[in-house]
């Protein structure tokens, strides 16, 4: 009988984490902060070009900006409910943008981060959307 083995904290390093982060600089940090633990992060600059890329997205988790050119927020997280895609969703704002985290809380969202945040906050929010 073969030894029961407990893959659990390798299951986060095969998910894709996907990131929405219109500023290059921030899209950049955020995936080295992330690159140490989840080996799969797929990066967009907007909403548009990730829903473009929907063939290919696996429901693990995406972290997305407060504040997106084109599509907003709450339209991105609408369509991924309206699509049937139940992907977890971690939103990075400022704390100034209360009435938009109320906002986006209600429409479904796994987490509302404020910036600025530690590293080690992002990566627990990442797990926690995960399990």
């Not at 986060?12 to 921030?26: H, Q």
């Not at 992907?87 to 986006?104: A, R």
């Not at 992002?122 to 959307?129: E, G, I, S």
């Amino acid at each position: 009988m073969l030894p029961l083995v407990n893959h659990s904290h390798h299951s986060a390093a095969v998910k894709t984490v996907y990131v929405v982060e219109p500023d290059d600089s921030e899209r950049q940090r955020l995936q080295s902060v992330l690159a140490p633990t989840f080996r799969n992060i797929r990066t967009f600059d907007n909403a548009e070009s990730f829903l473009a890329q929907r063939g290919s997205i696996q429901q693990d988790c995406l972290i997305t900006s407060a504040v997106l050119p084109g599509m907003s927020v709450l339209e991105l997280i609408g369509w991924l409910k309206n699509e049937g895609m139940p992907i977890p969703v971690i939103v990075l704002g400022e704390d100034t943008e209360m009435p938009l985290t109320v906002n986006i809380m209600r429409a479904g969202a796994a987490d509302f981060i404020e910036r600025p945040f530690t590293d080690r906050r992002l990566r627990q929010a990442v797990r926690t959307a995960m399990r």
